[in-house]
């Protein structure tokens, strides 16, 4: 599997799961001691990939909507080839925010819709040179041309599908909500714990997440998760009150400080008591960083 530098040929450990009817996941990553960019720390190597990734795809008929490009143009090839080979003739785009490891493939899907909400459309257009000039690279990076405001229906094939606006991790997150109950979350959940990217808005987060418990999810497939997890179709609903638990405690830091020491099994003991999570080592670095973050905004009211 290694080529002549040691890195693994991107998109060859992607698995393709059908964690649902109608539904595809392209999962990549979690495999120890496999690199696919490059020895040196990146965004690909030591954050998507080593979390573990998945893109989603809604597929009847000859329809699919695809739910963010993934993390290359190899992985949004395979994306598009085997929806090609499952009879897909109308591709579109969902993005679920404007981070890179949900982006890098818009390239391979430019000659289709690319939608996002407006607040996205907003900040690639602002991280565009950032995106383009990164390691590794974006370039070009596609920009969305189908934009809307708050909630969006659609229709694949006959699977109806509704996009709403979440401000959860991002302020610009998507959530795609599918029948029985079935929520396409992106970032806004991860297992084990958040990824914080704006650490000045997570009592806007907090409160975002009830809004997103009200949705009535029955089960739920994040971006960043375990894929025997999502073979299996998704979490339950208790992951949203796994996070919330968590983002609970981070904002105790300012009050509590001493919470800073603490390991993310102690920390997010409440979280892992749901049951719905699982600790996996690679988030003790997500988890200090996510301390170091509130941290400064604590200490720069």
């Given at each position: 599997?290694?080529?002549?530098?040691?890195?693994?040929?991107?998109?060859?450990?992607?698995?393709?799961?059908?964690?649902?009817?109608?539904?595809?996941?392209?999962?990549?990553?979690?495999?120890?001691?496999?690199?696919?960019?490059?020895?040196?720390?990146?965004?690909?190597?030591?954050?998507?990939?080593?979390?573990?990734?998945?893109?989603?795809?809604?597929?009847?008929?000859?329809?699919?909507?695809?739910?963010?490009?993934?993390?290359?143009?190899?992985?949004?090839?395979?994306?598009?080839?085997?929806?090609?080979?499952?009879?897909?003739?109308?591709?579109?785009?969902?993005?679920?925010?404007?981070?890179?490891?949900?982006?890098?493939?818009?390239?391979?899907?430019?000659?289709?819709?690319?939608?996002?909400?407006?607040?996205?459309?907003?900040?690639?257009?602002?991280?565009?040179?950032?995106?383009?000039?990164?390691?590794?690279?974006?370039?070009?990076?596609?920009?969305?041309?189908?934009?809307?405001?708050?909630?969006?229906?659609?229709?694949?094939?006959?699977?109806?599908?509704?996009?709403?606006?979440?401000?959860?991790?991002?302020?610009?997150?998507?959530?795609?909500?599918?029948?029985?109950?079935?929520?396409?979350?992106?970032?806004?959940?991860?297992?084990?714990?958040?990824?914080?990217?704006?650490?000045?808005?997570?009592?806007?987060?907090?409160?975002?997440?009830?809004?997103?418990?009200?949705?009535?999810?029955?089960?739920?497939?994040?971006?960043?998760?375990?894929?025997?997890?999502?073979?299996a179709g998704g979490?339950?609903?208790?992951?949203?009150?796994?996070?919330?638990?968590?983002?609970?405690?981070?904002?105790?830091?300012?009050?509590?400080?001493?919470?800073?020491?603490q390991d993310l099994r102690t920390f997010?003991?409440?979280?892992?008591?749901?049951?719905?999570?699982?600790?996996?080592?690679?988030?003790?670095?997500?988890?200090?960083?996510?301390?170091?973050?509130?941290?400064?905004?604590?200490?720069?009211?």
């Open positions: 599997m290694s080529s002549a530098s040691g890195l693994a040929p991107l998109g060859s450990t992607l698995r393709v799961l059908e964690p649902a009817p109608h539904v595809l996941a392209f999962y990549d990553g979690r495999v120890p001691g496999v690199r696919l960019h490059s020895a040196h720390e990146n965004w690909l190597d030591d954050g998507a990939y080593a979390l573990g990734i998945a893109s989603y795809a809604v597929l009847d008929g000859d329809e699919a909507l695809v739910y963010d490009t993934h993390i290359s143009l190899a992985h949004a090839r395979i994306i598009r080839d085997t929806l090609d080979q499952r009879g897909a003739r109308r591709i579109r785009v969902v993005l679920s925010h404007w981070h890179d490891d949900h982006v890098a493939g818009n390239a391979v899907f430019a000659d289709c819709e690319i939608i996002a909400n407006r607040e996205t459309a907003a900040l690639l257009a602002v991280h565009r040179a950032r995106l383009e000039a990164g390691d590794p690279p974006i370039c070009p990076l596609i920009l969305p041309n189908v934009l809307f405001e708050e909630r969006l229906e659609l229709t694949v094939g006959s699977v109806p599908v509704e996009l709403f606006h979440m401000d959860i991790h991002s302020r610009d997150g998507t959530v795609a909500l599918l029948p029985d109950g079935l929520l396409l979350a992106g970032d806004t959940l991860e297992d084990p714990i958040t990824y914080v990217d704006e650490p000045d808005r997570l009592a806007i987060h907090l409160t975002e997440l009830e809004r997103l418990a009200a949705l009535g999810p029955r089960r739920i497939l994040p971006n960043h998760g375990a894929p025997e997890v999502i073979a979490y339950g609903p208790a992951l949203i009150t796994a996070t919330r638990l968590y983002v609970e405690q981070l904002l105790r830091l300012k009050a509590e400080p001493e919470l800073a020491g997010a003991a409440e979280a892992f008591a749901t049951g719905v999570v699982t600790y996996f080592e690679p988030y003790e670095a997500v988890h200090r960083r996510n301390v170091a973050a509130v941290a400064v905004v604590a200490s720069n009211p």
